[in-house]
């Protein structure tokens, strides 16, 4: 297995000490194929994945198809209403056996119709009758594992990883009132082939020191010196995540802000005074407002580019408003506003960091979530070389 060089090791030492003191991860992190390969194996190999929303499979049989780090993936709700997820590579040949979503009790693969259960059973192999020991038991799908959390389906490649949960546990007391599990998102849509590195759009969402600065004047009500970031964080945690406070009750992001949307009815005053933006690596950016939350699954697609899906969540009551598809409209062009910054952004940091002089720089103190980032990789970096 690919294994990162003593020098990136190293590295890491400045990078995980307190924010006073630390500098910036290695560049070289963010733009190397070896690198990369580490992370497959290290991170996306072995951690917990967010997929998507369990209310995008709401029935039983339904189905969709992800892919991850090249791996096409099933997530299925079965006839006991029990989410499954395996392998959608077929164990004959290795033809996808099935792309996008549907609703189906069984999945045939097209090339030569083996056919296989919802638990990725091997269900029927036309014409195997002649080849010696062969048990169809031998060559299902291989299967995943798969915990629900907050509404969201996470899928692990290692059957035997720990729960998920009680790592997030930091971060939970958070969406307590959100009631993530019952509220509604709309639909998700993807942003493919993006420029930049997968680590690179992890720190900028959870970036507050450029907050009211690369967001000038459309997030003045949000600014940079409002940025809090709760303790206690420790190694065994998942969840990276700063609080953002608001100048006045209810702030929203667009060009009013103020809140569209119908806001959560359970939140208390505090909650309606801020924002939270959480890292679950390797995949899921989460955020919370007052009328809304919103969420980025990130899926690399090469050292330095990256697929994006990304979806809204609201409170059932706002979709019964007459007028949800107009506000909808209203409230993604503020969105898109700091979308275009921050892509503009982004992108050209990636470019810098292919630079010679690409910098190991030094973090302000709104910048601690970073620390705790990097952190998390390192505690999985270094395991590769064990």
Not at 89 to 99: D, I, N
Not at 238 to 259: E, P, Q
Request: net charge negative.
């Amino acid at each position: 297995m690919t294994k990162l060089n003593d020098d990136l090791l190293t590295s890491l030492d400045d990078s995980v000490a307190d924010v006073a003191n630390a500098r910036t991860l290695h560049p070289d992190l963010y733009v190397s194929p070896e690198v990369l390969q580490v992370e497959k194996e290290q991170l996306f190999m072995r951690e917990w994945l967010a997929v998507g929303r369990a209310e995008r499979i709401p029935n039983a049989g339904d189905w969709f198809t992800v892919d991850i780090m090249e791996e096409p993936i099933i997530v299925v709700r079965d006839k006991e209403g029990v989410v499954r997820s395996m392998s959608a590579v077929c164990q004959h040949r290795a033809m996808q056996v099935c792309e996008g979503e549907g609703n189906s009790s069984t999945f045939k693969c097209p090339y030569h119709h083996w056919i296989y259960g919802q638990d990725g059973r091997l269900l029927g192999s036309p014409a195997m009758e002649r080849t010696d020991d062969f048990d169809k038991a031998d060559f299902g799908l291989p299967p995943l594992a798969v915990e629900e959390w907050q509404g969201f389906i996470f899928v692990n490649f290692d059957l035997d990883a720990a729960p998920l949960a009680p790592t997030l546990e930091r971060y939970t007391p958070f969406l307590t009132n959100f009631d993530l599990v019952n509220a509604v998102c709309p639909g998700t849509f993807t942003l493919e082939n993006l420029p930049w590195n997968w680590k690179v759009m992890f720190e900028n969402f959870n970036d507050g020191y450029h907050a009211n600065r690369l967001h000038q004047f459309v997030q003045d009500f949000c600014p940079s010196d409002m940025s809090g970031f709760p303790v206690p964080w420790d190694d065994d945690s998942n969840v990276v995540f700063r609080t953002a406070g608001y100048t006045h009750i209810d702030g929203g992001f667009n060009a009013t802000h103020r809140v569209i949307m119908e806001v959560f009815p359970d939140l208390t005053e505090e909650e309606r005074m801020r924002s939270t933006f959480a890292l679950i690596p390797p995949v899921l950016c989460l955020g919370t407002a007052p009328d809304q939350c919103f969420f980025f699954l990130i899926r690399p697609t090469g050292p330095e580019t990256i697929d994006v899906e990304i979806g809204y969540i609201f409170h059932p009551s706002a979709l019964d408003d007459p007028l949800f598809n107009e506000k909808l409209t209203l409230s993604d062009a503020g969105v898109q506003v700091f979308v275009e910054q921050d892509q503009d952004a982004t992108t050209k940091v990636q470019k810098g960091l292919r630079s010679r002089y690409a910098p190991r720089g030094r973090y302000s103190w709104q910048e601690e979530s970073h620390v705790q980032f990097n952190r998390w990789l390192a505690k999985r970096y270094r395991s590769a070389t064990k």
